[in-house]
């Protein structure tokens, strides 16, 4: 897909430059370029999404009794495991959510994967045909194949820092670089999906830039690149990020300050950015104007009534607390 090449052709230029210093407070600005500079397409295309419900629930529940049973010796076969990366596509909750999800979750707890089919998994949910199936056309259903991808990446990221150890600091900066484009490109921020079950694509960014902040093998100007433009992606999300989104990145961010003052130092960077530009917009009629408003309101006001917010940051928000 040239149209994301091109977005981390640019992230890469902008990771380049904070590397070597050559810039720093205006990182935030230059996310927003690369987000402006995505061309989207004006029509969908087909969505091939698995039908065989039924099918699939029964397969399911075959290896979840078949691992139950077996215990620390319980093994699945990559078929099986093809079988269900594949159906993370459906629109059927029960499918994606309650039957897929769950039992990958299983997989990892119990560490059933190999750490060869652990990789393989990783490096399929990173393909463009999962991770950015249909990211360019109007919202659509291939979300859900979109955000699972990302959410079973975080499941997996947890799993290699608590049980495998086999991922190497390149793949861990690979799997961030793909993340970040994916966070930038990404306008369907839906949550709660009437009749479809959940979409929830920033809450499970937001995931995976959690376990991301844990990695020790990544230096500290990449967290600071993810951190600006997890912010920016929710900052500019025309979505009202209202199931349970401000909380989560609240805590993922506390977190980050707490473990490094250059942490809290840029995140003050960027809400001082976000206020300027505040400052001098005009409100419009218009549902993205007033959802990216509450969205503000509501992460802000989540910050605040934290008890480990650092000083720094709690005084500049109360300062401003009149216009949220």
Not at 163 to 171: C, D, I, L, P, R
Not at 258 to 265: C, I, M, R
């Amino acid at each position: 897909m040239k149209e994301i090449q091109a977005v981390m052709q640019q992230l890469d230029a902008v990771r380049n430059a904070l590397i070597k210093g050559d810039i720093y407070q205006s990182i935030p600005e230059k996310i927003l370029v690369i987000m402006d500079s995505v061309q989207y397409k004006p029509r969908r295309t087909h969505i091939v999404v698995p039908d065989d419900h039924e099918a699939v629930l029964k397969r399911i529940a075959a290896i979840d009794a078949r691992i139950k049973t077996a215990g620390k010796k319980a093994t699945i076969s990559d078929a099986e495991l093809d079988d269900l990366l594949v159906h993370i596509a459906s629109p059927d909750p029960l499918v994606r959510d309650k039957g897929v999800f769950y039992l990958f979750n299983r997989l990892l707890r119990q560490t059933v994967l190999t750490p060869a089919q652990l990789i393989w998994v990783k490096d399929r949910l990173l393909q463009d045909d999962y991770l950015f199936a249909h990211i360019l056309e109007p919202e659509n259903d291939a979300v859900f194949l979109r955000s699972f991808s990302v959410m079973f990446l975080a499941g997996i990221l947890y799993a290699n820092r608590t049980f495998y150890h086999v991922f190497s600091e390149a793949e861990l900066l690979a799997i961030e670089r793909r993340i970040m484009t994916y966070a930038i490109v990404e306008l369907d921020l839906r949550g709660y999906v009437d009749g479809k079950g959940w979409a929830h694509a920033m809450t499970h960014i937001i995931n995976v830039w959690s376990e991301l902040n844990e990695a020790e093998e990544i230096q500290r100007a990449d967290k600071i690149l993810m951190l600006a433009v997890v912010l920016q992606a929710y900052r500019f999300s025309d979505n009202a990020l209202a199931y349970g989104e401000d909380s989560h990145l609240t805590n993922v961010l506390i977190s980050l300050m707490n473990k490094h003052q250059l942490y809290v130092d840029y995140c003050l960077v960027i809400l001082q950015e976000w206020q300027r530009a505040l400052l001098t917009m005009s409100p419009q009629d218009t549902i993205a104007f007033w959802n990216r408003w509450y969205n503000r309101n509501r992460f802000l006001q989540s910050l605040l009534v934290q008890p480990e917010l650092p000083e720094k940051i709690a005084t500049y928000l109360r300062k401003i607390s009149d216009l949220f």
